[in-house]
């Protein structure tokens, strides 16, 4: 398992190599993975990470084309379903795990 501080600057390289999602996922894997996670569950959660980012970016692609107010909704509509999705995993909340961002109006 690698150190906090290994993450951190395995995070910034790929951010550095515009590789973002790969960054989150790294973070967030390493920081909660079990120590005796198997490489089918590290391939299957990583699986799993970048089909929600799939689906997220979907969202956002198809909340591209739309007008603002729309746009706003879809949004708004993403940002309440993750809410009530991690309000219903109550276990997150002792691991740091807050709510969504609002929007930026």
């Known amino acids: 398992m690698m150190s906090r501080e290994e993450v951190l600057l ?3 390289q ?3 190599e515009n590789r973002l999602l790969e960054a989150s996922w790294v973070s967030m894997f390493m920081q909660n993975a079990p120590d005796d996670a198997t490489e089918a569950q590290v391939r299957m959660v990583r699986l799993a990470f970048f089909r929600g980012a799939q689906a997220l970016f979907d969202a956002l692609a198809i909340g591209s084309k739309v007008e603002d107010k729309e746009a706003e909704k879809l949004i708004e509509a993403l ?3 993750i809410n009530a999705f991690l309000k219903s995993q109550k276990h997150l909340k002792d691991q740091g795990v807050s709510e969504a961002s609002p929007t930026a109006h």
Do not use: Q, V
Request: proline share 0%.
């Open 10 to 12: 395995r995070a910034k």
């Open 14 to 16: 790929l951010i550095r």
């Open 79 to 81: 940002k309440d379903e």
